[in-house]
Protein backbone atom coordinates (compact mmCIF):
# COMPACT_ATOMS: atom_id res chain seq x y z
CA UNK A 1 0.00 0.00 0.00
CA UNK A 2 1.33 3.51 -1.00
CA UNK A 3 1.33 5.78 2.38
CA UNK A 4 -0.40 8.99 1.46
CA UNK A 5 1.41 12.47 2.91
CA UNK A 6 0.18 15.62 2.97
CA UNK A 7 2.57 18.16 2.95
CA UNK A 8 1.12 20.84 4.41
CA UNK A 9 2.11 24.54 2.41
CA UNK A 10 2.23 28.01 4.00
CA UNK A 11 2.46 31.71 2.89
CA UNK A 12 6.71 31.39 2.56
CA UNK A 13 7.15 27.60 2.56
CA UNK A 14 10.08 26.41 -0.05
CA UNK A 15 10.44 22.73 0.85
CA UNK A 16 7.61 21.03 -0.17
CA UNK A 17 8.45 19.98 -3.28
CA UNK A 18 11.89 18.67 -2.36
CA UNK A 19 10.00 16.57 0.11
CA UNK A 20 7.72 15.37 -2.15
CA UNK A 21 10.45 14.25 -3.88
CA UNK A 22 12.24 12.48 -1.58
CA UNK A 23 9.25 10.81 -0.49
CA UNK A 24 8.04 9.69 -4.27
CA UNK A 25 11.80 7.97 -4.44
CA UNK A 26 11.19 6.01 -1.39
CA UNK A 27 7.46 5.01 -2.89
CA UNK A 28 5.49 7.56 -1.22
CA UNK A 29 2.75 9.67 -2.58
CA UNK A 30 2.89 13.21 -1.45
CA UNK A 31 -0.18 15.48 -1.70
CA UNK A 32 0.43 19.36 -1.03
CA UNK A 33 -2.57 20.44 1.61
CA UNK A 34 -2.86 24.54 1.61
CA UNK A 35 -2.73 26.28 4.65
CA UNK A 36 -6.31 27.45 4.75
CA UNK A 37 -7.70 24.15 4.56
CA UNK A 38 -9.48 22.59 6.96
CA UNK A 39 -8.81 19.23 6.71
CA UNK A 40 -5.91 17.07 5.88
CA UNK A 41 -8.28 14.44 4.20
CA UNK A 42 -7.44 10.79 3.57
CA UNK A 43 -3.61 10.95 4.06
CA UNK A 44 -1.51 8.47 6.01
CA UNK A 45 0.67 10.83 7.56
CA UNK A 46 1.49 14.85 7.46
CA UNK A 47 4.70 16.53 7.03
CA UNK A 48 5.33 20.93 7.90
CA UNK A 49 8.01 21.30 5.44
CA UNK A 50 10.74 24.18 5.78
CA UNK A 51 10.35 27.53 4.69
CA UNK A 52 9.37 31.21 6.03
CA UNK A 53 5.46 30.89 6.91
CA UNK A 54 4.25 34.44 6.63
CA UNK A 55 7.62 35.54 6.27
CA UNK A 56 8.53 34.80 9.91
CA UNK A 57 6.62 37.79 10.89
CA UNK A 58 6.22 38.18 14.64
CA UNK A 59 8.69 35.00 15.38
CA UNK A 60 8.85 31.83 13.15
CA UNK A 61 5.12 29.99 13.31
CA UNK A 62 3.54 32.68 15.67
CA UNK A 63 1.44 32.85 12.36
CA UNK A 64 1.48 29.63 10.74
CA UNK A 65 -0.32 28.47 14.17
CA UNK A 66 -3.41 29.98 13.49
CA UNK A 67 -4.11 28.91 9.57
CA UNK A 68 -7.26 26.67 9.79
CA UNK A 69 -5.01 23.55 8.51
CA UNK A 70 -3.22 23.46 12.07
CA UNK A 71 -6.71 22.50 13.91
CA UNK A 72 -7.12 19.35 11.51
CA UNK A 73 -3.55 18.44 12.35
CA UNK A 74 -3.73 18.88 16.10
CA UNK A 75 -7.01 16.65 15.73
CA UNK A 76 -4.97 14.23 13.13
CA UNK A 77 -2.30 13.63 15.92
CA UNK A 78 -4.42 13.10 18.55
CA UNK A 79 -5.92 10.69 16.52
CA UNK A 80 -2.36 9.06 16.44
CA UNK A 81 -1.29 10.05 12.91
CA UNK A 82 2.02 10.42 11.91
CA UNK A 83 2.96 14.24 11.86
CA UNK A 84 6.51 15.55 10.99
CA UNK A 85 7.80 19.15 11.30
CA UNK A 86 10.93 20.13 9.65
CA UNK A 87 13.09 23.10 10.41
CA UNK A 88 9.92 26.25 10.33
CA UNK A 89 7.84 22.99 10.53
CA UNK A 90 9.39 22.34 14.05
CA UNK A 91 9.16 25.82 15.05
CA UNK A 92 5.13 25.51 14.01
CA UNK A 93 4.49 22.51 15.32
CA UNK A 94 6.08 24.38 19.12
CA UNK A 95 3.88 27.86 18.70
CA UNK A 96 0.81 25.49 17.99
CA UNK A 97 1.65 23.39 21.43
CA UNK A 98 2.30 20.16 19.74
CA UNK A 99 5.64 19.83 21.18
CA UNK A 100 7.56 21.34 23.93
CA UNK A 101 10.23 23.80 24.05
CA UNK A 102 10.87 27.20 21.39
CA UNK A 103 13.39 27.59 18.59
CA UNK A 104 15.46 30.70 19.61
CA UNK A 105 18.23 32.82 17.34
CA UNK A 106 21.39 30.64 16.67
CA UNK A 107 24.32 31.20 19.33
CA UNK A 108 26.52 33.70 17.45
CA UNK A 109 23.21 35.43 15.90
CA UNK A 110 24.16 33.66 12.57
CA UNK A 111 22.37 32.19 9.90
CA UNK A 112 23.02 28.47 8.83
CA UNK A 113 23.64 26.85 6.36
CA UNK A 114 25.32 23.31 6.22
CA UNK A 115 25.63 20.17 6.72
CA UNK A 116 26.34 18.43 9.97
CA UNK A 117 26.15 15.17 11.89
CA UNK A 118 23.68 14.26 14.16
CA UNK A 119 23.31 11.13 16.45
CA UNK A 120 19.75 8.86 16.73
CA UNK A 121 19.27 9.27 20.32
CA UNK A 122 15.92 7.60 20.70
CA UNK A 123 13.83 4.87 18.38
CA UNK A 124 10.46 5.55 20.02
CA UNK A 125 9.40 8.06 17.43
CA UNK A 126 7.97 7.34 13.47
CA UNK A 127 10.81 9.16 12.35
CA UNK A 128 13.77 7.39 13.92
CA UNK A 129 11.45 3.81 14.57
CA UNK A 130 13.75 2.32 11.40
CA UNK A 131 17.25 3.66 12.37
CA UNK A 132 19.76 2.23 14.19
CA UNK A 133 20.27 3.17 17.73
CA UNK A 134 23.63 5.44 17.97
CA UNK A 135 23.37 6.07 14.35
CA UNK A 136 25.13 9.45 13.20
CA UNK A 137 23.71 10.80 9.79
CA UNK A 138 25.06 13.41 7.83
CA UNK A 139 21.62 15.33 7.16
CA UNK A 140 22.27 19.64 5.91
CA UNK A 141 20.48 22.35 8.21
CA UNK A 142 19.10 25.92 7.04
CA UNK A 143 18.25 27.76 9.56
CA UNK A 144 18.80 31.31 12.12
CA UNK A 145 16.54 30.23 14.51
CA UNK A 146 17.19 26.66 15.12
CA UNK A 147 18.34 27.01 19.00
CA UNK A 148 16.04 24.56 21.05
CA UNK A 149 15.52 25.45 24.14
CA UNK A 150 13.11 25.02 27.21
CA UNK A 151 12.73 25.14 31.21
CA UNK A 152 15.00 22.44 32.91
CA UNK A 153 12.20 20.54 34.11
CA UNK A 154 11.02 20.07 30.46
CA UNK A 155 14.43 19.32 29.41
CA UNK A 156 14.64 16.60 32.46
CA UNK A 157 10.91 15.08 31.32
CA UNK A 158 12.22 15.10 27.62
CA UNK A 159 15.48 13.09 28.74
CA UNK A 160 13.47 11.01 31.09
CA UNK A 161 10.59 9.81 28.56
CA UNK A 162 13.16 9.04 25.89
CA UNK A 163 11.52 12.11 24.06
CA UNK A 164 15.70 13.46 22.11
CA UNK A 165 15.20 11.58 19.02
CA UNK A 166 18.16 13.51 17.80
CA UNK A 167 21.09 14.96 19.08
CA UNK A 168 23.75 17.29 17.51
CA UNK A 169 27.36 15.79 17.22
CA UNK A 170 29.22 19.02 17.56
CA UNK A 171 26.45 21.59 18.21
CA UNK A 172 26.23 24.21 15.67
CA UNK A 173 23.44 26.50 17.28
CA UNK A 174 23.35 26.36 21.13
CA UNK A 175 20.43 23.68 21.27
CA UNK A 176 20.37 22.68 25.04
CA UNK A 177 21.39 19.26 25.28
CA UNK A 178 22.51 19.15 21.74
CA UNK A 179 19.35 18.29 20.77
CA UNK A 180 18.60 18.54 17.15
CA UNK A 181 15.16 16.56 16.98
CA UNK A 182 12.21 15.84 19.95
CA UNK A 183 8.83 13.67 19.82
CA UNK A 184 5.80 14.06 21.76
CA UNK A 185 4.73 11.47 24.58
CA UNK A 186 3.28 8.84 22.23
CA UNK A 187 6.26 9.78 19.45
CA UNK A 188 4.10 10.42 16.47
CA UNK A 189 4.65 13.79 16.62
CA UNK A 190 8.05 14.26 15.67
CA UNK A 191 9.98 18.16 14.95
CA UNK A 192 13.60 18.16 13.86
CA UNK A 193 15.59 21.50 12.87
CA UNK A 194 17.85 19.32 9.96
CA UNK A 195 16.20 18.62 6.16
CA UNK A 196 15.97 14.62 5.54
CA UNK A 197 14.74 15.83 1.87
CA UNK A 198 17.66 17.76 1.56
CA UNK A 199 20.19 14.25 2.29
CA UNK A 200 18.22 12.47 -0.09
CA UNK A 201 20.63 11.45 -2.40
CA UNK A 202 24.49 10.65 -2.34
CA UNK A 203 24.85 13.99 -5.29
CA UNK A 204 23.26 15.62 -2.46
CA UNK A 205 26.51 15.37 -0.73
CA UNK A 206 24.32 12.60 1.57
CA UNK A 207 21.41 10.04 1.34
CA UNK A 208 20.94 9.40 5.17
CA UNK A 209 18.02 11.65 5.21
CA UNK A 210 16.26 8.27 3.62
CA UNK A 211 16.40 6.44 6.66
CA UNK A 212 14.11 8.98 8.31
CA UNK A 213 11.84 9.10 5.62
CA UNK A 214 11.72 5.41 4.68
CA UNK A 215 10.51 5.05 9.02
CA UNK A 216 8.08 7.35 8.57
CA UNK A 217 6.28 5.90 5.44
CA UNK A 218 6.11 2.88 7.03
CA UNK A 219 4.76 4.16 9.93
CA UNK A 220 1.99 5.83 7.65
CA UNK A 221 1.67 2.82 6.00
CA UNK A 222 0.14 1.39 9.23
CA UNK A 223 -2.93 3.73 9.33
CA UNK A 224 -5.90 4.16 8.84
CA UNK A 225 -7.43 5.93 5.84
CA UNK A 226 -10.68 7.36 7.29
CA UNK A 227 -10.67 11.04 7.12
CA UNK A 228 -10.05 13.04 10.61
CA UNK A 229 -12.29 15.90 11.02
CA UNK A 230 -10.70 19.11 12.16
Keep these: MTARVGVVVFPGSNCEHDVIEALAKLGGEGRLLWHGDDSVGDVDAVVLPGGFAHGDYLRPGAIARFSPIMQA ?127 SDPLLGSSDGLVLLGSLLRAAARQDRTPVAG
Excluded at 135 to 148: K, S
Aim: hydrophobic residues 40%; aromatic residues 4%; charged residues 20%.
Design 73 to 199: VGAFAASGGPVVGICNGFQVLTEAGLLPGALQKNRGLSFLCTPVEVRVDSRRSVLTADADAGAVLRIPINHFEGNFTCDEATLQRLVDEDRVVLRYVDNPNGSMGDIAGICNEAGNVVGLMPHPERA
